[in-house]
Every structure is written in C-alpha cells, then in structure tokens.
C-alpha cells in the first residue's frame, strides 16, 4: 500500500500562486507516476499533471501548459505541484493520485490522496 498526503491548498486570488505538495509514504514509488488530478464541483475529474518518479518525465495537460509546473523530490518522497497566475476556472479539489502515468492521464490511479481544495477568487 501506498498512503499519500497532500498539502498546500488555500484560497488566493485570482493572478496569485500555490504549491501543492504530495507526501508519499508505505511501499516504494519507483516503478509508477505520480499525478495531480482535480475535479471541480459538478464536473468530471480533469487530468492535471504527472511524472514518472524515476526517470522524471513529465506530462501536463495541454491547457495548463506553462502555467502549472510538477515536479518531485526523491529524498523526501515528495511530489510538488506548482501552479501560476492561478484563475477562477482552477478552482478544485486536487488530488494526488499514484500508479502508471496512462492510468493517471485517464484520470484513474492505483492509489489516492485524500485531496486539498484549491480556491481562486476573482
């Protein structure tokens, strides 16, 4: 099993920026991805971002390319999600997801955080 922690939501306004942070902890990371996925109230989960934990490669989603930055730390077990010029339209719940990068991109993972709430005022 893995148990990931997510950390570093908030409100802000609109132009403003946050760092989401995703602790995993429990059996090795390696071999997988991990992702942020968020889902807004009455909308379907969005894929977000992922990287591959070992190798680092990095997929976003094309509309928030450029703005929103994944990355990770290995020694800590830590993954880090950081979003610029934040707006209304990212206001979410995002959730920290684990598994192989085209089950995250497909917004499904093997294991789940319990989400942080991400809120942009305009």
């Known amino acids: 099993q893995v148990q990931l922690v997510e950390s570093g939501g908030g409100l802000v306004q609109a132009g403003d920026s946050l760092r989401l942070s995703c602790a995993a902890s429990?059996?090795?990371?390696?071999?997988?991805?991990m992702g942020w996925i968020r889902q807004a109230p009455g909308k379907e989960r969005e894929f977000v971002a992922a990287i591959t934990w070992s190798g680092g490669m990095t997929w976003y989603a094309d509309s928030l390319k450029g703005r929103f930055t994944i990355s990770r730390d290995n020694a800590r077990n830590t993954g880090y999600l950081q979003m610029n010029s934040l707006k209304s339209e990212d206001t979410a719940v995002y959730l920290c997801?684990?598994?192989?990068?085209?089950?995250?991109?497909?917004?499904?993972?093997?294991?789940w955080g319990q989400g942080t709430q991400v809120t942009v005022s305009s």
């Open positions: 429990g059996r090795s990371i390696t071999n997988y991805a």
């Open positions: 997801a684990v598994g192989p990068v085209g089950k995250i991109r497909s917004t499904e993972a093997n294991f």
